[in-house]
């Protein structure tokens, strides 16, 4: 192989190897730069959520107060899932939806959910403090 060809291989080479070195580390700080940001993201909302002790429940005597957050669902356009049950809520389904983190649920699964654990199955907010029957 003449010099000159050799030359201009290698220098192809290397100039392919550095590009390609450069695209690997600007996806590796742009995705860590992302999870940062999302970690900001979701640190800043926590002070909203106070966390429940892993203790307490919703007595059988509070659980009216759950009856006052039954509403029918009226879908956004979007299917929305009870993650609870996994099921897809429905029109005319009875539901609830937590005060605070708004999150959505069958009345039926989260009647049960509340007698074994007072907190959102999402995002481990404190429902009784959502509804009032505690203050922190």
């Known amino acids: 192989m003449p010099e000159a060809e050799r030359t201009w291989l290698v220098a192809m080479w290397l100039i392919v190897s550095y ?9 590796i700080c ?29 007595l059988p005597e509070e659980q009216g107060v759950l009856l006052r957050h039954v509403t029918t669902y009226r879908s956004s356009g979007t299917s929305e899932t009870c993650t609870i049950c996994y099921e897809e809520l429905e029109a005319t ?15 039926k699964c989260i009647r049960e959910w509340l007698a074994i654990k007072a907190v959102c199955p999402c995002c481990k907010g404190d429902v009784l403090c959502a509804f009032g029957l505690e203050t922190h």
Do not use: A, D, G, M
């Not at 979701?42 to 002790?53: D, E, F, K, N, V």
């Open 19 to 27: 590009i390609l070195i450069l695209v690997l580390t600007i996806s």
């Open 30 to 58: 742009s995705l860590t730069l992302l999870t940062l940001k999302e970690r900001r993201r979701i640190q800043s909302h926590t002070h909203l959520l106070p966390i429940q002790p892993p203790n307490r429940l919703l």
């Open 93 to 107: 389904q009875r539901v609830v939806r937590l005060p605070l983190c708004l999150h959505v649920f069958h009345y």
